[in-house]
């Protein structure tokens, strides 16, 4: 991993604002490496044996990072696509140096496998919480890819069945592990920009449509590709290819766009939960608004506003995030920069300036916690309250108007409507 | 709303469907509203519509149906295809009609189907269905059975809970798992009711039950939570087990443990772990900051085993405080490298209000390694006591005057500037000098007022030696604002050729707007031709990066080309109308097309610019002839419209669209319409076209709608 240790000017971004960067620091670690026996060679008693399961494009990327740790064994995939079995099989074994990665269509194979400590899901979003809470009940620990839930009845199973199985639970919100993320948000949560007042997440996008029923398509061999696994809990539909490779599939409660968007749960899932960080996790907004002049703004029980804008952003990358408390304010962005509102906030830290959003890190928390049976920072708690807070928001989009959550019943108040959509059946025969 | 029979991409229908509930659906005065959507979507369900329009109309009745729309849902229960888009609609309509439509169905449905009858009657938690769910438990199937066991689960009410508990010895093997599951989800919600005693029992049934290691884990954690302070031997138990996922059970269970019960007998199963264990135990005692034992912590960073003495090193830097400095100060010069540096973090981080002013109370005495790490101390702890820092500038070891240079570059206040200035200026000790001015840079840039920083610094350089002034300079650029512009701006005028030379680069690097006059002052009038083009070129690096209104860009473009002598820079300058393009961009770019050495260059700008616009405000062909192309020989060779594999071919139509310019003008401004249609449905199509102009071959794409200006062959 690049370090970058440029020092700069408070004028790289704004007039008014300090930019921070330093010297190295190293990757966040829970305890020393030695500590943990991790100098060098792993015994095979210290190994974390891993399978995957739907791995593909953002899989691919995440199974790097896992094969990059020397304490890890990954031994099986599963996929609905022959095809991709056998490229990761190959990633795999070329690794490993041995054929020994084994394949297979059905996911449950994997999970029944009792040498198996963890599994990364990387499947479309349509299968997120049901395969992760499969894998609990099955004994798994698992890093799983984002945005987690469809809905907010699932976020809430979730964060229950993780505690109550004591699994291990790690959301692909890998920015929690990033240097500077991970101080914007300490800045607000430790009360160093005064009483916090507004977080602002960047959306990407607040359309908020369902996933189609397509024209059918001859259906294929289901030892190439497996259909009816790739549905899942979704509602049945016939074939069609675009559904198949399309990245949106059922993503946010089903009614979420097929083909592009995603409300704000695309991104909400990242740049919402680092908000959610910068509140001290605590429990989701109370209020959420219609979207107006571009923006929608939510409220959190204490006051605290929660506001997700497409625009006025500092050109900081993607997945922006700020923080505006009654004493100052930091905005951090992709490019593994961050700006404050006075170089005091630093108080003589040096922030590792980390762009592109790498996953290693975050990875190497999920295997730590494996064994520490710590939380990692995108524990199911966490995830369960960010994903809230998008689905309401879409919710409050899909509507266009104001609806109130409850925290302590988990249902809006007084709002039929919006209870309904808090909830979507599964397709037999999964269960959450 | 009313569904078109016909199936093309039902997504679109969906997002209409979900889109009419609109604020008014919330209002009771739109109740009547509601129900008309309501009566239409039943339509649906009951007419000979295609199967497609069936599954969304239930989609719509998980939003709009009542009562009235359960018997046409349930009937699809039985259907294959639609089942599951029906529970979509009956898991949420409220009221008995729904339970009583699926505990009927329960009764006649089998298989797949079943099954998901009865994970929905499980999530409606319905009481009612307690008597079903039983015969069920024993269903043959064993996926029924599993399904009817997790939901009783689910509905957890007394009956619920005793079937389950007799489910567990007598239901199949298969089947245990779920029932298991069932069984501790009563339990829960038990023991979240205050019912520990019950609730523990069931736990203690399932860890005694022939049920997958899972379960058992499962049923340990409850048992131990359940009995909270009585639960604790059990814990303790799991500590010293063989059993390594009892034993990060533990690890996890621990972490969870209300209350300050268990924290005194963690120390305990630390010093009976082995040092593998008792690494994490100490981690998870950590993770417990309110009742953390922390002598017992203390102690163990202090003597043990190595692995171990990190981890607990490592847990002080969370939970330790004051009492911990000693140690650990100790500890950081000891001969252990890796203790040492472990320990130097966590006293960067050690928490406690009093641990800063033992720092600065332990400085005037300490000697040696130790004298050196407090200073350390101070600036990465931030602690205010210049005072006392600056005495150690005097120190004969350079490394002790180093550190100290480090911490007040990290401490100082604006007020105190002047101890690093004077250190930059006049270092005790040459050797000094370079670590000195990275100090006064970390301060300067870290003052909240920066002008006032900026003041000092300028004032300084009025005294400063030549090789000063440089790093003076630098710091200045670094800290920004007005009076550092300023400085800047003066120096780069100033007679001393060092002094040009460093203030042009820095000003060319400068990134704030408000250096565009001052660079086009310089581009003017510095004293030396190559700092004029080196201003310029800031200039207009600053035109193309800032965000300013289009008519401001415009503006610092005109004033570079009046100053521009030099074809390199008015090319640049082309490139910046090229990439914010605007019709004032485009007017500038034309009037270039009339300079003949930039024709070329402005021509392709202008053009580009143009199709940036799309053709709007703009008279293409008037554009066109301007440049000389308004009589091109053009030629499509082939050209196609679409995304991926769905392409159509539109070569014939462009031929019957193009003429003597390299401009095509489509019937419509939509592709679709004037391509015949729309080739892949809800994905991003471009178009490509592979044409010759006057003979040279060119190839060029247009995102989907865009103005086609056919780029000139090079």
New interface residues.
Partial sequence: MPKKTT???????L?SA?SAAGAAVVAPT???G????LNGAVPPSERIVVGGIGIGRRGGYDLGCFLQQNDVQFVAVADIKQKRRGEVKKIVDDHHGNENCDTYRDFREVLDRTDIDAVLIATGPNWHATAAMTAA???KDMYCEKPVTKNISQSLILADTM????RVFQAGTQRRNLPHFAFACELARTGKLGKLTKVYAHPAGMQ????????PEEQPDKDVVDWDMYLGPA???PFNK?LLDGFNFEKGG??V????GGGVLEWGSHCVDLCQWAVDDCLPPVEYN?RKDGELMARYENGTQLIFREKGWIPLGSCPVRFEGETGWVEAGDSGKMVLS???L???REVEEIGGYPATFHVRDFLDCV?????PKGNAQAACNAHIACHAANIAL????QVKFDNATNTFTD???A???R?????????L | MYITPKITCSAVLLAALVLTFTPSAHAVDDANAAAEKEKELIAVLRSDAPTAEKAIACKGLAIHGSSNAVPDLARLLKNPQLSSWARIALEVIPGEASDDALRKAADSLNGLLLVGTINSIGVREDPEAIDLLKRKLYDTDAEVASAAAVAMGHIGNDAATKALRAGLAAVPAKVRSAVAEGCILCAERLHKKGDTVVAAEIYDDVRNADVPKQRILEATRGAILARNQNGIPLLLELFQTNDKAMFQLALGTVREYPGNTVDPFLPEAVTRATPERAVLIIQAMADRPKYVDLPAVLKAAEQGPKQVRLSAIDALRRVGDGSCLSTLLEIAVGADPELAQAAKVTLADLPGQNVSREVVGLLPTSKGKTHMLLLQLVGQRRINAVEEVEKALAHRDKSVRSAALIALGETVSLKKLDVLISQVLAPRNSADATVARQALKTASVRMPDREGCAAKLASALQRSSPGSKTALLEILSDVGGKKALQTLATAAKSKDPQLQDDASRLLGKWNDLDVAPVLLDLAKTAPAEKYKIRALRGYIGVARKFAMPEQQRVEMCQNAFNVATRTDEQKLLLDVLKLHASPQGLRLATKAMGTRALKPEATQAALAIAQKLGGKGVNMKQLLSGAGLNNVKLEIIKAEYGAGAAQKDVTAVLRKRASNLPLITLASTSYNTSFGGDPAPGVIKKLRIQYRINGKAGESSFAENALIVLPMPQ
């Fill in positions: 020092q700069y000017s408070r004028r790289r971004f007039k300090v829970i305890i020393p030695s500590a943990m026996g009940k099955a004994g505690r109550r199985t004591s908020a449509m369902m996933s189609g029923w397509l024209v509602a049945w539909r675009k089903g009614f766009g097929a083909f592009r219609a006075s170089p005091e630093l108080a003589g064994k520490t049976r710590r939380q899909l509507l266009d108007r709002d039929a409507a209870n309904r959509l909830s979507e059946a599964l397709r037999e025969p999964w269960r």
